[in-house]
């Protein structure tokens, strides 16, 4: 009898979604020019999509990008995508010839993990595509090697982050909780806005006594919060120890954070290192009332409504 291979799929096509922190608490820089983080993560239904196609022996990588700000994603070697499937080949001792295409779903630079979350997708796809089969804890260990927010793109839903945001334990959580995220043109260099917060704080913000003992004594009312699925009760415990690096960079993100308060919104805060403004809903239809106030004051160059949370990079049929 005899047994036909099954041929390799000619193209692999995987989703992989942006991020909010809930709350991110930072200790002071290491010598490695990291800061320890005390983080968590919740994954929201922005999606990047990433296709990967056979090109053949030689080719190495190519890479295309449409969707909202893709003129603002470099299409070289830097884009994170890239570097994915370089070290993913590298790692399983094969060329990388690959063509990726990225559809941005994600706000670019703009402290959502799009990049990353590219990154965790084109991890995925090459994987299926050139049939390596690597277990998932595998791929997460080459996610952290290419940035600290890759690892949560790949796992998804909600989950508290440590040492550099890049270890990862799940929370539970009920229900579904209703964003709206004011989007700015220009983003922000997340290296820029952790060296403002070392300039503001000098010892690092609330994580500094986290560092050492990650016990999350700060944030029990927002897991408490998530598990009840009681958004207002997530709303009043949202916290970013970069939010005054980021204000202090773009201190026009102030008057977006109050018009959200006065929409009515449970919570807000910059999301990540900024400039996307995060406002928690209390329904979807409250979050379309938000995202219309931010629209007529002209607080935000553009408004997305969305829900988490999400689910990690996973094949699309
Ligand atoms: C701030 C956060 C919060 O989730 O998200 P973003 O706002 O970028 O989405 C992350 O910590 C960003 O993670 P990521 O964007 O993957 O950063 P990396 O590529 O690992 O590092 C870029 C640079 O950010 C700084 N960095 C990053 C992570 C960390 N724990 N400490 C740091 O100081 C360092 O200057 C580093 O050189
Ligand atoms: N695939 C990618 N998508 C977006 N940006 C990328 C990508 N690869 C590299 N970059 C670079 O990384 C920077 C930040 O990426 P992004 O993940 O969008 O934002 P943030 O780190 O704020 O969450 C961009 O300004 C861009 O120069």
């Not at 884009?79 to 080949?89: M, T, V």
């Not at 009920?174 to 043109?185: I, L």
């Not at 954070?257 to 400039?275: F, K, M, Q």
Request: include cysteine; charge should be negative; charged fraction near 15%.
């Amino acid at each position: 009898m005899t047994h036909l291979a099954a041929a390799p799929p000619p193209s692999v096509r995987v989703r992989a979604p942006g991020k909010v922190n809930l709350s991110l608490r930072v200790g002071p820089v290491q010598d490695d020019g990291y800061h320890p983080l005390v983080t968590i993560f919740q994954a929201v239904a922005l999606y990047e999509e990433v296709t990967a196609r056979q090109a053949p022996g030689g080719a190495g990588v190519s890479i295309a990008v449409d969707g909202p700000q893709a003129d603002r994603v470099p299409l070289d070697g830097s884009n994170l995508a890239w570097r994915a499937a370089e070290a993913l080949a590298d790692h399983v001792g094969l060329e990388p010839d690959v063509a990726l295409h990225l559809t941005k779903g994600v706000p670019v630079a703009g402290g959502m993990a799009g990049g990353s979350a590219d990154a965790a997708a084109a991890l995925v796809a090459c994987d299926a595509l050139w049939e390596t089969g690597l277990p998932r804890a595998e791929l997460g260990s080459i996610a952290a090697g290419l940035g600290s927010d890759v690892p949560f793109a790949l796992l998804g839903h909600t989950a508290v982050g440590t040492g550099r945001g890049h270890l990862l334990t799940p929370a539970m959580t009920r229900g579904e909780f209703h964003w709206v995220f004011a989007v700015q043109d220009e983003g922000l260099s997340t290296p820029a806005v952790f060296g403002r917060f070392d300039e503001l704080t000098a010892g690092g913000g609330s994580g500094a006594a986290l560092v050492d003992d990650p016990g999350l004594a700060e944030d029990t009312g927002l897991m408490q919060a998530l598990r009840a699925g009681d958004p207002h009760a997530l709303g009043a415990a949202l916290h970013n120890d970069l939010q005054d690096a980021a204000l202090s960079l773009r201190p026009e993100l102030e008057r977006t954070l109050d018009v959200a308060r006065e929409a009515g919104a449970l919570g807000t805060l910059v999301s990540g290192s900024g400039p996307t403004v995060a406002a928690l809903a209390r329904s979807r239809q409250h979050a379309l009332a938000v995202a219309a106030t931010w629209t007529a004051e002209g607080a935000a160059d553009s408004v997305w409504c969305t829900s988490g949370p999400a689910s990690g990079a996973r094949t699309l049929p």
